[in-house]
T-cell receptor, first 116, second 114 residues
Framework: GDSVTQMEGPVTLSEEAFLTINCTYTATGYPSLFWYVQYPGEGLQLLLK?????DKGSNKGFEATYRKETTSFHLEKGSVQVSDSAVYFCALSDQGRGSTLGRLYFGRGTQLTVWP | GAGVSQSPSNKVTEKGKDVELRCDPISGHTALYWYRQSLGQGLEFLIYFQGNSAPDKSGLPSDRFSAERTGGSVSTLTIQRTQQEDSAVYLC????????????FGPGTRLTVT
């Protein structure tokens, strides 16, 4: 079945450091891929998405590229801020195969802490 | 506009009791999802409603779990005879329709079974 594997945390960085959170997926077709973020005390929010191979999703300085050949969707940011401290979830949806079922399959989440 | 709301925000119950969790989706959204977030299992899909179609219940962990959606809007997730392993944060999400890529999540209900 469909699944997502993402790098386990926690990740601790200094402000302005480079961030990479690895995410790989297993799916039989061509799913849509997402990164969701959960800030302390808040609900899950969509950070960025990519719906087909080679698409790059970007938002708030974060980027991720849909790599079909490596089945990956790694999250990157060139210079993190304290306000980026949160839990990041990689997810896939099987809508990309023409199904109307939009259920999301999530990775386990990666806790990011950024120190000033 | 208003986002997805859930109530209660926290619920503590004794093992064996029944609980009801409520979700109010964004107005006009026809698709509604329930997920569970727990330490041991991460984020798991539970059930999906789309318009008037029969719900997809394939993620419900046992027959103690059920959900309904009245009038295509508000949804209630019911857990009967709660067990300690049901302790988790229950998240509701809605999207414009079953083909929309973005799901909007509510703040969740934290359920603790003692």
């Amino acid at each position: 079945g469909d699944s997502v594997t993402q790098m386990e945390g926690p990740v601790t960085l200094s402000e302005e450091a480079f961030l990479t959170i690895n995410c790989t997926y297993t799916a039989t077709g061509y799913p849509s891929l997402f990164w969701y973020v959960q800030y302390p005390g808040e609900g899950l929010q969509l950070l960025l998405k990519a719906t087909k191979a080679d698409d790059k999703g970007s938002n708030k300085g974060f980027e991720a590229t849909y790599r079909k050949e490596t089945t990956s969707f790694h999250l990157e940011k060139g210079s993190v801020q304290v306000s980026d401290s949160a839990v990041y979830f990689c997810a896939l949806s099987d809508q990309g195969r023409g199904s109307t079922l939009g259920r999301l399959y999530f990775g386990r989440g990666t806790q990011l802490t950024v120190w000033p | 506009g208003a986002g997805v709301s859930q109530s209660p925000s926290n619920k503590v119950t004794e093992k064996g009791k029944d609980v009801e969790l409520r979700c109010d989706p964004i107005s006009g959204h026809t698709a509604l999802y329930w997920y569970r977030q727990s330490l041991g299992q991460g984020l798991e899909f539970l059930i999906y409603f789309q318009g008037n179609s029969a719900p997809d219940k394939s993620g419900l962990p046992s027959d103690r779990f059920s959900a309904e959606r009245t009038g295509g809007s508000v949804s209630t997730l019911t857990i009967q005879r709660t067990q300690q392993e049901d302790s988790a944060v229950y998240l509701c999400a809605s999207s414009l329709d079953g083909t929309s890529y973005e799901q909007y999540f509510g703040p969740g209900t934290r359920l603790t079974v003692t």
